[in-house]
């Protein structure tokens, strides 16, 4: 990892019950849909970091290409479910939430797709990518996975 400073040895209390939250939440939604959140999220907030990582775990998972290629465009793109959809709209308005703000009607489909625990979750989740992207950017971090897969 490169970067202005090491996150854990600065503050390792706090990094460790941020990085503790971030794993007990992701497991109650699919693998898959939180990957799609993650990279969207870091093509917004520009983390090359994160953009590295998330596409990488992507793939792993099973998602195709052409839908990791696509985000930047989903509003355009067909191969996305409407559930995919809602919660991609939902990461963009949080994401930009000063700008964005959270229309009634986006509201609207999220509802209609995710019970209100899954959009809590969701949302949580948002927070938590934003989060990281901000640590990545702010601290200017970059973590490559295939460097660490060589060497094992």
């Known amino acids: 990892m490169t970067g202005r400073l090491d996150l854990f040895t600065a503050a390792p209390a706090e990094m460790k019950a941020w990085y503790e939250m971030s794993l007990k939440i992701a497991p109650k939604l699919e693998h898959s849909l939180l990957e ?3 990279i969207r999220a870091s093509q ?8 590295n990582m998330h596409t990488a775990d992507a793939r792993k998972a ?6 990791i290629y696509l985000l930047s465009a989903w509003h355009e793109a ?10 991609l709209a939902w990461t963009d308005a949080m994401t930009l939430v000063s700008t964005a703000r959270a229309p009634q ?13 899954e959009q ?7 927070n938590v990518i934003n989060g990281w992207n901000r640590f990545a950017v702010g601290f200017d971090l970059f973590y490559d996975a295939k460097p660490a ?3 094992a």
């Open 36 to 38: 799609l959140v993650k």
């Open 44 to 51: 917004i907030n520009g983390c090359a970091n994160c953009l």
């Open 62 to 67: 099973g998602e195709t290409e052409q839908r």
């Open 78 to 87: 067909p191969c996305y479910t409407p559930r995919e959809r809602a919660a």
């Open 105 to 117: 009607a986006l509201y609207e489909e999220l509802a209609f797709e995710f019970t209100p625990e």
């Open 120 to 126: 809590v979750q969701l949302t949580l989740m948002i």
């Open 149 to 151: 897969v060589a060497a």
